[in-house]
C-alpha cells in the first residue's frame, strides 16, 4: 500500500499498515518510486479534502506530503473522508472552507473508479486511474 509522507491521518495509517501489511512511502522523486507503483503497489491512500453530495464526489487537494500520484496510479484508491467535511455542492464547500482566501493549486474531483468506453465502446475500467475506489467515511461530527 502507497501512502504519502504526511497528511491528517498519516501516523494513524501508517500503524495500521505497519502492523497488517507491506507499506511503500512516497518519499522519493516519482523516477525511483515508479516501478513499484505502476507494478507493484495495490492501493494509495489518501485524505480527502471534502466531498460534494449532489453527485457523489470526493475533492482531493494533492500536496508535497500526499502526491496526486497515490490517488492515480495504484489499481485501488483509498479515501479518508471526515463527515463534516461532506457539503451539498461545490460551491458551498468552497465557501464553508474559504477558498476565496486559499485556492488549491490542483484539485482532484473524484467520482468513482476510472472508467471509459472509447475503445470499441465497450466499457473497461482502470484505463485512466484506479479500478476500484474505497471510501472510509469517519464519523466526526
Known amino acids: 500500500v502507497a501512502t504519502g509522507t504526511g497528511g491528517e491521518f498519516h501516523n494513524e495509517i501508517s500503524q495500521a499498515l505497519t502492523e497488517h501489511c507491506e507499506q511503500l512511502s512516497f518519499d522519493k522523486p516519482f523516477e525511483y518510486l515508479k516501478e513499484e507503483l505502476f507494478n507493484e503497489v495495490d492501493a494509495g491512500i489518501t485524505g480527502c479534502h471534502g466531498a460534494i453530495a449532489a453527485t457523489g464526489t470526493l475533492v482531493v487537494w494533492p500536496s508535497a506530503l500526499e502526491p496526486r500520484t497515490l490517488s492515480l496510479v495504484p489499481p485501488c484508491h483509498i479515501a479518508i473522508l471526515k463527515a463534516s467535511t461532506l457539503h451539498t455542492n461545490l460551491p458551498t464547500m468552497?465557501?464553508?472552507?474559504?477558498?476565496?482566501?486559499?485556492?488549491?493549486?490542483?484539485?482532484?474531483?473524484?467520482?468513482?473508479?476510472?472508467?471509459?468506453?472509447?475503445?470499441?465502446?465497450?466499457?473497461?475500467?482502470?484505463?485512466?486511474?484506479?479500478?476500484?475506489?474505497?471510501?472510509?467515511i469517519l464519523e466526526d461530527i
Not at 488549491?104 to 473497461?124: E, F
Open 94 to 136: 468552497m465557501e464553508a472552507q474559504g477558498w476565496a482566501n486559499h485556492l488549491p493549486t490542483n484539485l482532484l474531483l473524484v467520482s468513482g473508479p476510472s472508467k471509459t468506453a472509447d475503445i470499441q465502446q465497450t466499457l473497461a475500467y482502470g484505463a485512466h486511474g484506479p479500478k476500484q475506489l474505497l471510501v472510509l
